[in-house]
């Protein structure tokens, strides 16, 4: 089993900054790309970043500039710093990371987590 459980989420002002970040647990052999995805109401989940394991990244392009993905293989984490955000910010932000298991080291799969909700008022 594996899990994926996000934090960091909250309400927060127009131009402020919230960090995420999500940990990966339980029965891992190793982890390949990890990234953040977002869903507003009423639109299609969409990429925000992503991370490879040996540190390229990926950005959307309504958050170059602003935010900033990293991540610790040490500790199977990665984070969202999310600097200057807008009201068009506001999601359920989920993590996600494409992990191979003890049970089947040569297989990856994505795995998600539950989300995090990220409001930015006006």
């Known amino acids: 089993q594996v899990q994926l459980v996000e934090s960091g989420g909250g309400l927060v002002q127009a131009g402020g900054s919230l960090r995420l970040s999500c940990a990966a647990s339980?029965?891992?052999?190793?982890?390949?790309?990890m990234g953040w995805y977002r869903q507003a109401p009423g639109k299609q989940r969409e990429l925000v970043a992503a991370?490879?394991?040996?540190?390229?990244?990926n950005y959307a392009d309504s958050v170059k500039g602003r935010f900033t993905i990293s991540r610790d293989n040490a500790k199977n984490t990665v984070y969202l710093q999310m600097n200057s955000l807008k009201p068009e910010d506001t999601a359920v932000y989920y993590c996600?990371?494409?992990?191979?298991?003890?049970?089947?080291?040569?297989?990856?799969?994505?795995?998600w987590g539950q989300g995090t909700q990220v409001t930015v008022s006006s």
């Open positions: 339980g029965s891992i052999f190793s982890i390949n790309a």
């Open positions: 996600n990371a494409v992990i191979a298991t003890m049970a089947s080291v040569w297989e990856e799969y994505d795995y």
């Open positions: 991370i490879t394991s040996g540190g390229s990244t």
